[in-house]
């Protein structure tokens, strides 16, 4: 069972930045694929960027929203996946939750809440 604890949320301005962790209980280097997902109240849970193939020199995906904004990285070192979110606004606020897929098992952080007001 692959543990994933999210931290970096909080209370930003528009045009703020934020830097979202995703802390894995075990090396990265047996996960297939990260995604970083967001749900607003009312909303469905929703990709925002992901990374496969981690292991292989990786490779990046972002939602139409978030491209030029949003940068996703891993740390092998640290078991860590990143999500650099840069020039937040209102419609960003949400809870982010990290996913891990191993092996054909998904596996669900608890969430991180992300708030941008001025």
């Known amino acids: 069972q692959v543990q994933l604890v999210e931290s970096g949320g909080g209370l930003v301005q528009p045009g703020g930045s934020l830097r979202l962790s995703c802390a894995f209980s075990e090396s990265i280097f047996s996960i297939n694929a990260v995604g970083w997902y967001r749900q607003a109240p009312g909303n469905q849970r929703e990709l925002v960027a992901e990374i496969t193939q981690i292991t292989l020199g990786s490779t990046t995906n972002y939602a139409d929203s978030v491209k030029g904004r949003f940068t996703i990285s891993r740390d092998f070192a640290k078991n860590t996946v990143f999500l650099q979110m840069n020039f937040l606004q209102p419609e960003d606020t949400a809870v982010y939750y990290c996913?891990?897929?191993?092996?054909?098992?998904?596996?669900w952080g608890q969430g991180t809440q992300v708030t941008v007001s001025s």
């Open positions: 996913n891990a897929l191993r092996y054909g098992h998904r596996y």
